[in-house]
């Protein structure tokens, strides 16, 4: 049985990259450390076909959010337009993420983070959605370039890293950063010959420098200085 999951969290409005790209990194990690993660796609309500920001990709939670469960759990961004009327109907990101901030996630990310099993990971405006939720209040974290002054805002040290590990929260940039984020636990948790096994098979190399609290590993596997 695996020792741990990663629960990617889905909700109305996801970006689609968001979800894929830390599913696929942290799937092949998996599979590399004989099958040590179960990695699933969940929502706040259980299993069910989600709508993503882009009207042609929907992709379907298969369990419900468990805060209680030690691993990940992933919160992705949105994808939608930057500008629009929202009195119009206008499914802006502003206003996919301010849905996202006020729904029945919140409360189950917010036992999460009170859960010293778990590692919440958020990237783009996931991050920014929990700030809004006001989950991150006095930790530091990152988001879309878009959204740092915001993200200040809301109480949160913001920095301008592509990835910033908070101890229990790691944070990513923008949309792509969901491969360094995912690349990045692997290498934290598990090892650095299991994150350079999954970059050499995707081809893919990291980008920026991780910043990085001093702390010891959530999941009891090394430390980070």
């Not at 695996?2 to 109305?12: G, N, T």
């Not at 802006?92 to 006020?102: D, E, K």
């Amino acid at each position: 049985m695996p020792r741990f999951h990663a629960q990617i969290v889905l909700f109305d409005g996801f970006d689609p990259l968001d979800v894929v790209a830390p599913f696929e990194v942290l799937t092949a990690g998996s599979q590399l450390l004989g099958g040590a993660l179960a990695v699933q796609l969940v929502s706040a309500s259980g299993p069910r076909v989600v709508r993503s920001g882009n009207p042609q990709i929907s992709l379907t939670a298969t369990a419900r959010l468990d805060p209680d469960v030690p691993g990940y759990v992933v919160v992705p961004g949105a994808v939608g337009p930057v500008d629009g009327d929202p009195d119009a109907g206008d499914e802006t990101i502003p206003v996919l993420l301010g849905r996202f901030a006020s729904s029945a996630a919140m409360p189950l990310v917010r036992r999460a983070l009170d859960n010293p099993d778990i590692t919440v990971a958020a990237f783009c405006g996931g991050s920014l959605a929990l700030a809004m939720a006001g989950l991150l209040e006095g930790r530091t974290a990152t988001t879309h370039r878009l959204g740092i002054g915001l993200l200040g805002a809301t109480g949160v040290t913001a920095v301008r890293a592509r990835v910033v590990d908070d101890g229990d929260l790691v944070s990513g940039g923008g949309v792509t950063s969901g491969l360094d984020v995912a690349l990045y636990l692997l290498e934290r948790d598990f090892g650095s010959s299991t994150a350079l096994a999954v970059e050499e098979l995707f081809e893919y190399e990291r980008r920026g420098t991780t910043w990085r609290l001093p702390r010891t590993s959530v999941l009891g596997e090394g430390t980070s200085a």
